[in-house]
């Protein structure tokens, strides 16, 4: 089923993941493009060498499941105290972890951008992707997109016709994926991947609409609402919203927003923004530094909030992370934090191999208080192409990959985060997160952004023999 990965560029994933390994060697990264979120190409570093984008031997694709014990104090009592432990569920399943989606079936959906090289994943029944429009491969037959069991620790290659590369999607409530955007003939593209019976094989796969969106949605961000849509937020050079599905599906028009236009900077810093759904039905709606209430039945923004202090910006390409902390059963608050990103100007200043050092900092902000402020906190240590995961103990934050220089990027950043780290929601204003960060153990290497996360517990990542590329999802800019 695998294919040897044959001579050129590798192909990778958003933000970085890390895995255990028993041995140095093995420390060496390969990135492939993630929900959530940034595109580009970086090169994993080790301690004394920098990131190359090409690959000029024959590499094996190790596609790494780890199952998180740790953090959350749900560890067995076999894991070392207070660390939890790593299992390494499939050496390789040939296709690399941009985005991954655990669906209620328990199947996790891998998907990778399509316009990077093969994978090593072979379709089914000696199909191929034929697509004129693909710039790279116009013909393929390898697979960019995987559907993982993790019942039997089993998978199968699946079809994704067009780009995927920094796209952005939602489960509906049915429980299908939804997945919008991505790059070249993905661009206003829409694909679905419902969750499959058992028995179904391969009858069972992903669907696409072409041209289904009103624009192109590049470095977007979906956000599901209480009707089952999806609300669909920004994207390069994208100053709008819209919604999917559209009661009227001739209807081409997008949704102007403003605040999009006023937080763009030179070098960007408002793409995937940050959305999260507010008890009051509204949407709380982050880019840069600042953040405002969205009111999308009507079209209008009912707040504005402070900006979050040091006005350092937290979006791609200075990409931190964020959380809408768990909400009670009959919540009448609710909390929001974001962590990480890089100062401003970090992006621009890569170009010339100066890796500023990321933020450290978190805001918190109460967003249904009368007068919401926000509340900083320390990280442990900087960090930029983080991701957030909510524990299932309700009390804590995982908050893990990155780097601690840098931005997202074209080889943006320099140094990568081995360690992750949990923050209490309960930790007293004030003291911040330090005094209750958690670390594992040693003998870890990381992902930056190309990989993903899911849930709680699920992480996928690519890894390669030899010192080998590391991908982002970030563009080079012209």
């Known amino acids: 089923m695998a294919r040897a990965y044959k001579a050129g560029v590798v192909t990778s994933s958003y933000r970085q993941h890390w895995i255990c390994c028993p041995r140095a060697e093995h ?13 580009s190409y970086h090169r994993s570093i080790d301690r004394s060498s920098r990131v190359t984008m090409k690959l000029s031997t024959l590499l094996t694709h190790d596609l790494v499941f780890l199952l998180l014990l740790a953090c959350a104090g749900i560890a067995p009592a076999t894991a070392a105290s207070g ?3 790593w299992d390494l569920l499939q050496r390789s399943i040939g296709v690399s972890a941009m985005h991954m989606q655990l669906l209620h079936n328990d199947r996790v959906i891998i998907f990778d951008r399509t316009d990077f090289g093969q994978s090593n994943l072979s379709l089914p029944d000696g199909r191929c992707r034929r697509n004129p429009r693909e710039r790279v491969l116009p013909v393929d037959c390898t697979a960019h997109s995987a559907e993982y069991d993790v019942a039997s620790n089993s998978f199968r290659p699946l079809t994704v016709f067009t780009d995927t590369w920094c796209s952005s999607g939602t489960v509906a ?3 299908t994926l939804v997945q919008t955007g991505g790059w070249n003939d993905g661009y206003r593209n829409v694909r679905t991947m419902r969750a499959c019976g058992d028995g179904e094989g391969s009858s069972c796969d992903w669907n696409e609409t072409q041209d289904a969106l009103a624009a192109n949605r590049w470095y977007a961000t979906n956000q599901i609402l209480p009707d089952g849509r999806a609300f669909i937020v920004g994207g390069r050079r994208q100053f709008n919203y819209e919604f999917f599905p559209k009661a009227d599906a001739s209807d081409a028009s997008a949704i102007a927003l403003p605040f999009l ?9 408002n793409l995937y923004p940050f959305v999260h759904l507010n008890i009051d039905g509204n949407l709380f709606i982050f880019a840069k530094n600042r953040a405002v209430l969205l009111d999308y039945k009507r079209n209008k923004i009912v707040r504005t909030y402070p900006e979050l202090a040091g006005g350092d910006p937290r979006n791609y390409p200075s990409s931190g992370s964020s959380v809408l902390l768990p909400l009670k059963p009959t919540p009448t608050e609710a909390e929001v934090l974001v962590c990480g990103g890089a100062p401003a100007g970090s992006y621009n200043s890569t170009k010339d191999k100066n890796f500023f050092p990321a933020l450290v900092t978190c805001g918190r902000i109460k967003i249904t208080d009368a007068s919401p402020s926000w509340v900083i906190e320390t990280m442990p240590s ?3 192409m983080g991701d957030m995961v909510l524990l299932p103990n309700g009390a804590e934050v995982a908050i893990i990959n990155g780097a601690t220089d840098g931005t997202a990027g074209w080889e943006a950043a320099n140094t990568r985060r081995t360690r992750p780290s949990c923050t209490g929601r309960t930790t007293p204003p004030g003291t911040g997160s330090r005094s209750r960060a958690r670390r594992t153990s040693r003998g870890c290497t990381t992902r930056r952004r190309s990989s993903s996360a899911t849930g709680a517990c699920w992480w996928a990542a690519a890894t390669r023999t030899s010192t080998t590329t590391s991908a982002t999802c970030s563009t080079r800019r012209s």
């Open 27 to 39: 420390s060496h990264t390969v990135k492939t493009n993630q929900t959530t979120k940034t595109c």
């Open 83 to 85: 660390g939890g432990r």
């Open 173 to 175: 409530p049915d429980g």
């Open 261 to 269: 236009v006023q937080t763009r900077d030179p070098e960007e810093n």
């Open 382 to 384: 900087p960090r930029v």
